[in-house]
């Protein structure tokens, strides 16, 4: 844990002040003008809980059930893409800190250490999946996540087409400036760029080989992610995977019941962080109708927005069953690598406690709709 971090907003702060210029606008923006990005965070901290007092809550219980297993908490690290250069094989970290705090952690496909490496470190993540235009490559992720033990597989369907992010663009370039933004992060350039290689997308090794990701990652992304992708291709990747299959980045409730139609195991709402589409609705005002048309059926997720312990309360009170963090967790690995994820999964257990006494929930299961304050939320919802 860094010195004087007290929430997630300071370690943004410190991440920013870690990681050179253009990683961390890779890590902080959103696509084109970040109206969503900003939705996200603005909606879900303007959701008005339910003050109730006197209700015994001498005796909190957090842990919550998915997959078939029980987690100590109903939260989770999303998969967030090139985590490993922001701590040295960043997720090998994450993952260590996930485990100690028994949460689970979602493996970007795009991540710096590759599914066999995070593996290996005796902790097995989820793993993302994204759809390329090569479909044996994806049969070939498929067939590793299953050779490496993995018990669930997400499959993110909102990146058909990447969005633009302006502050890539403008943070783009190489030569002398992007030299002079790693000169001004000793810090950073001792422990990822010298003593974190390889620099590789470990997991797309076998198409894109060794290449530093940095500079043409955008360009492969554009080039290989597969615009044609349907819910036939869904069809293809259950039967392919044969395990527990969830779908990411779900807004619409007619998504929702094509997920629910599918047969996969669950739902994540998501609209990416706010870096694809920009102008959706944020997760938290799209969650209760996704939630009412799912009415239980199949577990519901959901991200966007995510930085505190009362967010989580928040989302689980919109219809979510458990939560997943983006950025939160990823600003904590930028700023102090596994001390900092596990100091952060700290902070949001001990917020949620202090939430779940006020509102009068001494149980997971008992954050609802009733958690809401409704005189305070119509204005968003
Ligand atoms: C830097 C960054 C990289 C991401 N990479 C992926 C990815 O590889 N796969 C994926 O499904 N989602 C990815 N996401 C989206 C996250 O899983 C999640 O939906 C989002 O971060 C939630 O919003 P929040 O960061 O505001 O909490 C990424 C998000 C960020 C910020």
Redesign the pocket.
């Known amino acids: 844990m860094a010195r004087g971090a007290a929430n997630v907003s300071d370690y943004r702060a410190l991440a920013r002040a870690r990681l050179p210029h253009f990683l961390f606008e890779?890590?902080d923006g959103g696509s084109y003008d970040e109206v969503t990005?900003r939705r996200?965070?603005e909606d879900l901290q303007s959701v008005a809980l339910r003050q109730r007092v006197l209700r015994d809550v001498s005796s909190i219980e957090l842990s919550a059930e998915l997959l078939g297993k029980r987690w100590a908490l109903p939260v989770g690290l999303?998969?967030?893409?090139?985590s490993g250069l922001y701590a040295r094989r960043g997720e090998v970290q994450a993952a260590s800190a996930a485990a100690s705090a028994n949460v689970p952690m979602v493996l970007?496909?795009?991540s710096a250490c590759s599914l066999r490496e995070v593996a290996a470190s005796g902790h097995v993540p989820w793993y993302?999946l994204?759809f390329v235009k090569d479909r044996g490559f994806v049969a070939s992720m498929i067939q590793t996540a299953k050779e490496a033990g993995c018990e669930a597989l997400?499959l993110?369907v909102d990146l058909a087409v990447p969005g633009s992010r302006y502050r890539d663009a403008r943070a783009a370039g190489g030569g002398l400036q992007r030299m002079i933004e790693l000169m001004a992060r000793p810090g950073w350039l001792w422990d990822v760029g010298v003593n974190g290689r390889p620099h590789s997308l470990g997991n797309l090794e076998p198409v894109v080989g060794k290449r530093a990701p940095l500079s043409d990652f955008q360009a492969w992304i554009h080039a290989n992610f597969d615009p044609s992708v349907s819910w036939k291709d869904v069809e293809w990747v259950k039967a392919k995977w044969g395990g527990p299959l969830i779908i990411?980045?779900i807004l619409d409730p007619d998504d929702a019941r094509a997920v629910i139609d599918s047969g996969a195991n669950g739902i994540v709402v998501?609209n990416?962080?706010?870096?694809q589409l920009d102008g959706v609705l944020s997760s938290a005002r799209a969650l209760p109708r996704v939630a009412d048309l799912v009415a239980g059926r199949i577990p519901i997720l959901a991200?966007?927005?995510?930085r505190s312990g009362l967010d989580v309360v928040r989302m689980l009170a919109l219809g979510a069953d458990f939560v997943?963090?983006?950025?939160?967790w990823?600003y904590a690995l930028a700023s102090s690598g596994q001390a900092g994820v596990a100091h952060v999964l700290k902070l949001i257990d001990a917020e949620m406690r202090v939430a779940m006494a006020l509102t009068g929930c001494t149980t997971i299961g008992e954050i609802g709709k009733d958690t809401l304050d409704e005189r305070g939320n119509q204005a968003t919802f």
């Open positions: 890779y890590l990005l996200n965070v999303g998969p967030v893409g090139l970007s496909t795009v993302q994204y997400f993110t990411k980045g998501s990416h962080g706010g870096r991200d966007g927005g995510v997943l963090l983006g950025r939160a990823a």
